[in-house]
């Protein structure tokens, strides 16, 4: 493996993209054979972001600059530095484009800087982790949103990502909605007759798809009967609609009641560790894979958590060396339930998200919405 540059230092790009641990598939590797290999990359990544991003240095300072021996010990920067701040580790002509989180009015959004390294290297994991969700070959697509989603304020904002990064594994994508913003069922009927019964790939945003798309349908009284084995894949947004009490399997259950979907996959992720999303099990439950990893910490004195308890979100992630989004402290609470012996036969932890910590600012990439 090419592990320097021509200065004789690390060239961290190559030593991931390289990396045989990398490429592996998303749940190939138990805790015994990842943990040891996840740790190294993450000491890399750490050594490389110390180097490259001023800020991260001073704030690391407040470490000793130990060097982490284990998860439990790596330091993490709060999720709302990236609100506030401008950390990247890229020379500013390096940049390739700025991802901005979905705040509401009045909210500071994220502000993500990624190159090309980056940005490829989180179109592929995505692909890898979405391949245990999704067929092989393309389907047809419908995108639950608003045709100008794309061409929102914010410079490019995380649901147009989502938007554009989810539509390369769709074949044909229309919208939802038309130009004035209200449901098209005459189009979403044409398309589903146009492409012979076969299974339809719909993708959207939770918020969106609760709020203009399934109370749309029930207000007319209407279902839309998708061919067998369509499928919905959706995330982002649950805390806009949680003074309503919608529970995942609620939510389930209606889709399927109005569409006839039964494979409906939740994911959770965010804007700063794109890419990195963690897809919903047979079970219900959240998976780490080979390429993120995460740790539950105690809301007042920030120590990891045993398996059942609730605390703070930790996420790792291998993908980012543009900015230092490798490991971040989250607002959102979550139980990690066990590691490696999930009824679905995955690998890695796997866990739920109970909420946001109190006096969190509502967030997440569909929080923009008409």
């Known amino acids: 493996m090419r592990l320097k540059n021509y200065m004789g230092k690390l060239d961290i790009n190559t030593f991931i993209d390289d990396s045989e641990y990398f490429n592996e598939e998303p749940y190939s590797r138990n805790n015994k054979k990842k943990e040891k290999e996840f740790l190294n990359i993450l ?97 047809p697509m419908i995108i639950i949103d608003f045709q100008d989603v794309r061409s929102s ?8 990502a989502g938007v554009g990064g989810f539509s390369m594994f769709g074949k044909k994508p229309i919208y939802a909605f ?38 749309e349908l029930k207000r007319l009284n209407k279902k839309i009967i998708f061919p067998e084995k369509s499928l919905l894949i959706h995330g982002g947004g649950w805390k806009k609609i949680e003074h309503e009490s919608v529970s995942q399997s609620e939510f389930k259950n209606i889709f399927e009641e109005h569409t006839g979907i039964k494979k409906i996959v939740n994911y959770y992720g965010m804007v700063e560790q794109v890419g990195s999303i963690f897809t919903e099990c047979s079970e219900g439950y959240y998976h780490t894979t ?37 490991s971040i402290l989250t607002e959102d609470l979550g139980i990690a339930h066990g590691i490696d012996n999930c009824k679905c036969g995955k690998n890695g932890k796997y866990f739920s998200i109970v909420g946001r910590q109190a006096q969190s600012e509502p967030r997440g990439c569909s929080d923009v919405i008409k």
């Open 43 to 139: 000491l890399q990544l750490r050594e490389h972001h110390l180097e490259n991003c001023l800020k991260y240095n001073k704030l690391n300072k407040n470490f000793d600059y130990k060097i982490p021996e284990s998860l439990s010990a790596y330091p993490m920067l709060p999720v709302r530095l990236f609100k506030y701040d401008n950390v990247h580790s890229l020379p500013e002509e390096k940049i390739f484009k700025t991802l901005t989180s979905s705040g509401t009015s009045g909210q500071e959004p994220s502000k993500i800087y990624l190159d090309n390294f980056t940005a490829r290297r989180q179109t592929k994991t995505l692909s890898k982790i979405l391949s245990d969700v999704m067929p092989m070959a393309r389907m």
């Open 178 to 215: 038309d130009e004035n913003n209200q449901l098209n069922l005459e189009a979403i009927d044409q398309y589903i007759e146009d492409n012979a019964g076969l299974p339809i790939f719909l993708f959207g945003f939770t918020f969106v798809v609760w709020k203009h798309f399934i109370s």
């Open 153 to 160: 304020r914010n410079k490019f904002n995380a649901r147009a």
């Open 290 to 326: 080979n390429y993120n990893d995460i740790l539950i910490r105690d809301e007042s004195n920030f120590k990891p958590l045993e398996y059942g308890q609730t605390g703070l979100i930790q996420l790792f992630s291998i993908l980012p060396t543009s900015y230092p989004g490798h």
